[in-house]
T-cell receptor
Framework: AQSVAQPEDQVNVAEGNPLTVKCTYS??????LFWYVQYPNRGLQFLLK??????LVKGSYGFEAEFNKSQTSFHLKKPSALVSDSALYFC????????????FGKGTRLHILP | GAVVSQHPSRVICKSGTSVKIECRSL??????MFWYRQFPKQSLMLMAT?????????EQGVEKDKFLINHASLTLSTLTVTSAHPEDSSFYIC???????????????FGEGSRLTVL
């Protein structure tokens, strides 16, 4: 069965510093990988996805993520954090060869300190 | 593109009444929609998969008679919380799957969520 792990409940970063939100996954086949962001009392917004090809994926608001097949990771990154990046971030995986569901991680709350 | 509208955003009801939440895909057709429930400071819990023209598929532990799902058209799915109780108070979020002819990545696009408070 597929699964997603976000090992950090919360990440604190000073404004202007680079940020990383970690995600590892487990699927039996080949993965589609996604990152979503949720602001308070709002739905989830799609940030970026990995399908195939280039391991470095660029998405919305200056975010990017790197697919690492050997480490089964898909960490979210941004070179310079903004206070407005503070939100709840979800990693998700879908096994392209098997089950049709997208499975979400438990979420990581990102705090950008001014 | 890929906008999902959810209504109402907030609803307060009395215990024992029923509440309907609508989820619409505005600029694409969605044969599959999903309903999630989110508790404070917790992740998303998938409640059910809504399939256009057929019965919804419920996750284990979700009462199908309490959470009625109807997906009557390619752009509309509804969730009705029947005989609501205070423990049903939560944030309910719908999503629709976008599938293109070229790629079948099937990423989800989410509504803005509905905050239900049962008194």
């Amino acid at each position: 069965a597929q699964s997603v792990a976000q090992p950090e409940d919360q990440v604190n970063v000073a404004e202007g510093n680079p940020l990383t939100v970690k995600c590892t996954y487990s699927v039996s086949g080949n993965p589609y990988l996604f990152w979503y962001v949720q602001y308070p009392n709002r739905g989830l917004q799609f940030l970026l996805k990995y399908i195939t090809g280039d391991n470095l994926v660029k998405g919305s608001y200056g975010f990017e993520a790197e697919f690492n097949k050997s480490q089964t990771s898909f960490h979210l990154k941004k070179p310079s954090a903004l206070v407005s990046d503070s939100a709840l971030y979800f990693c998700a995986v879908r096994d392209r060869d098997r089950d049709d569901k997208i499975i979400f991680g438990k979420g990581t709350r990102l705090h950008i300190l001014p | 593109g890929a906008v999902v509208s959810q209504h109402p955003s907030r609803v307060i009801c009395k215990s024992g009444t029923s509440v309907k939440i609508e989820c619409r895909s505005l600029d694409f057709q969605a044969t599959t929609m999903f309903w999630y429930r989110q508790f404070p400071k917790q992740s998303l819990m998938l409640m059910a998969t809504s399939n256009e023209g057929s019965k919804a598929t419920y996750e284990q532990g979700v009462e199908k008679d309490k959470f009625l799902i109807n997906h009557a058209s390619l752009t509309l799915s509804t969730l009705t919380v029947t005989s609501a109780h205070p423990e049903d108070s939560s944030f309910y979020i719908c999503s629709a799957r976008l599938t293109t002819p070229v790629t079948n990545t099937g990423e989800l696009f989410f509504g803005e969520g509905s905050r239900l408070t049962v008194l």
